[in-house]
């Protein structure tokens, strides 16, 4: 017959919490690990050839109250998350914690398709001035997203990510000439982005099928 031993009860529960956790920890490293791989395969990022292609990222402060609302997104490098996506937007709000609270619209495919919608929770990094931003993409996985230039009038943005893989311009307005457009993937050489890889992002239909703006199904 045996009989219940309280301390070797203990030690085995102990054991156990040990072994949860160490196997809580390989599961969330996995998960960081694949997902990294994911989305380094699915952006699939060629050579770039601009020369100034090592110069590291600078953020620039921004007032974030003044930087929250609606930003068009006029042109990003394509990939796998918002290719084929059309009539495309963000929407930010700042929550009363300091987090914010990051709105993607679109449509998917064509300007006929149902409006899709996507919710993630930013948190700005410590020291930045408002200019990085950790995206939480799902628990535990988090992205950078850096500010890289905003025009003094709030009206446009350059985002970009540290590799240089992925980068938008956002503009306050559906629409943007082709001077101001050219001006803005200038910054972004200058920066030493490869900005051929740019495609601009239908904002209205008759921009469907014109030089220069991505075409659904299109792949890099």
């Known amino acids: 017959m045996s009989h219940f031993n309280p301390i ?7 054991l156990t919490t040990a072994r949860l956790s ?14 990294t791989a994911l989305v380094a395969a699915c952006s699939g990022s060629p050579p770039n050839p601009n020369p100034w292609a090592d110069l590291p990222l600078q953020t ?28 495309s937007r963000a929407e ?18 064509s300007f006929d398709q149902p409006e899709q919608h996507y919710q993630f929770v930013d948190t700005v990094v410590p020291g930045s ?7 939480r993409l799902f628990w535990p996985v988090y992205v950078s997203q850096l500010t890289l230039y905003v025009d003094p009038d709030y009206r ?12 938008w311009i956002f503009s306050r307005e559906p629409v943007m000439d082709d001077a101001t457009y050219r001006k803005l993937l200038t910054r972004f050489d200058e920066m030493g982005y490869d900005t051929s890889r740019f495609r601009r992002v239908p904002q209205v239909a ?15």
């Not at 160490?22 to 997902?35: F, K």
């Not at 490098?77 to 084929?84: K, S």
């Not at 987090?99 to 679109?106: C, E, L, S, V």
Request: proline letters at 6%.
């Open 8 to 14: 070797r009860a203990k030690e085995n529960t102990h």
């Open 22 to 35: 160490s196997r809580l920890r390989r599961a969330v490293r996995l998960v960081c690990a694949m997902t």
């Open 60 to 87: 620039v402060p921004v007032d974030l109250p003044r930087y929250m609302g609606r930003w068009y997104v006029i042109a990003n490098i394509p990939y796998f998350a918002e290719r084929d996506f059309v009539g």
């Open 92 to 109: 930010w709000v700042l929550r009363d914690d300091g987090r914010i609270d990051d709105h993607f619209y679109g449509r998917k495919g």
């Open 129 to 135: 001035g408002g200019g990085h931003w950790r995206v």
């Open 156 to 167: 446009y943005t350059l985002l970009g990510y540290p590799d240089k893989s992925l980068g």
């Open 206 to 220: 008759n921009q469907m099928g014109q030089p220069g703006f991505a075409s659904p199904g299109e792949r890099d």
